[in-house]
């Protein structure tokens, strides 16, 4: 089965390996030695920045796709109202079936923002491999990776960061340097992580999704999620840790630019943005979905405030009799004298 998952990656790996000697080349002829740790770690670094520009389009259709999830919540809240407390198996089909036809009818993907995530996946894992790999390419007990040759490995594997060759990793070095590396890399991949998630979930994020089920969920992976690196991180070599945090760091500035020039509707972004365009004269459009009525996006961008009702009290019998002209006052009856 691992060799199975190996094979699989070969190719990914193999363009890894050329992307990374190919940029090594280029900061060798920019004046870094060739056999210093700065200079394959700017591959490392390199190598992440071609991998997400290539990722773009599919970050885009992300984009667009959580943004016409979030104006449709209006048309599923009127499904789920239409089935609340319907329980049988028709009822559950039918609403699923209208759910389904809502996206259709909308061009809506639900899974299209778990595309990017699963995408780099196979990119990360082959990284680590390639790393993993070089002590027994350079040693010969593992085949030439692309590029990367026995001699090439061999300089890899001489080369350090700060004293930590790029290969190692918490648990597998006694080192004091590779160990101090890693966890000050850990620290800020967590550091990092923990900002993004907080600043869409403040930021560009609608107020009905900062209470109920889904900001529980929310706050659990903004909290869970440096416990996870934690974990995680110190099983990864040196280089594959450069490659995590500069993803995050790239993602990081990639959402401050969605959340200040495309924010959520009805998200604190939106008000600042819409406050933004207003001083520059500029025209504010509303976006719009195709299915959907005019009126319903709007409802989904503006909530529209109702006035609160006066609440009216009953009237007593006692209190109803009461309410007619009091005596004296034009329009009531003569009363009786008592005296006469």
């Not at 995680?232 to 280089?239: E, L, Y």
């Not at 509707?265 to 195709?290: N, T």
């Amino acid at each position: 089965m691992y060799d199975f998952f190996v094979n699989l990656l070969s190719p990914i790996m193999w363009g890894e390996a050329w992307i990374m000697t190919g940029w090594h080349k280029l900061f060798t002829l920019l004046g870094i030695p060739e056999d210093s740790g700065w200079g394959w770690a700017l591959s490392i670094v390199g190598l992440t920045v071609v991998i997400r520009i290539i990722l773009i389009p599919l970050f885009v259709k992300q984009i667009h796709s959580s943004r016409r999830m979030q104006l449709i919540q209006p048309e599923m809240q009127k499904i789920q109202a239409k089935y609340k407390g319907k329980t049988d198996p028709d009822s559950r089909q039918a609403m699923t079936q209208e759910t389904m036809a809502l996206y259709k009818d909308t061009g809506t993907n639900p899974f299209s923002s778990c595309l990017p995530i699963l995408l780099q996946s196979p990119f990360f894992f082959a990284l680590f491999q390639v790393l993993n790999n070089l002590p027994h390419v350079a040693n010969g007990q593992h085949a030439p990776i692309g590029p990367i040759s026995r001699s090439v490995a061999g300089i890899i594997e001489q080369s350090t960061l700060f004293g930590a060759p790029l290969s190692s990793h918490f648990l597998g070095s006694s080192d004091v340097n590779t160990k101090i590396l890693t966890g000050v890399l850990i620290v800020l991949m967590s550091l990092t992580t923990f900002t993004t998630q907080r600043q869409l979930m403040r930021k560009n994020m609608p107020a009905t999704a900062l209470t109920g089920q889904f900001a529980t969920q929310q706050k659990i992976i903004l909290y869970l999620m440096p416990f996870f690196f934690l974990i995680s991180g110190i099983n990864f070599p040196i280089g594959v840790l450069l490659y995590w945090l500069t993803t995050n760091l790239w993602s990081m500035g990639q959402q401050f630019y969605v959340i200040r020039r495309m924010p959520a509707p009805g998200s604190e972004a939106e008000k600042e943005y819409e406050e933004r365009q207003r001083r520059r004269g500029k025209e504010i459009k509303k976006p719009q979905v195709k299915g959907l009525p005019a009126a319903s996006v709007q409802d989904a961008v503006v909530p529209m405030e109702e006035k609160p009702r006066q609440r009216q009290q009953p009237k007593g019998k006692k209190r109803a009799k009461r309410s007619g002209p009091r005596p004296g006052q034009p329009g009531a009856e003569p009363q009786d004298n008592p005296g006469t």
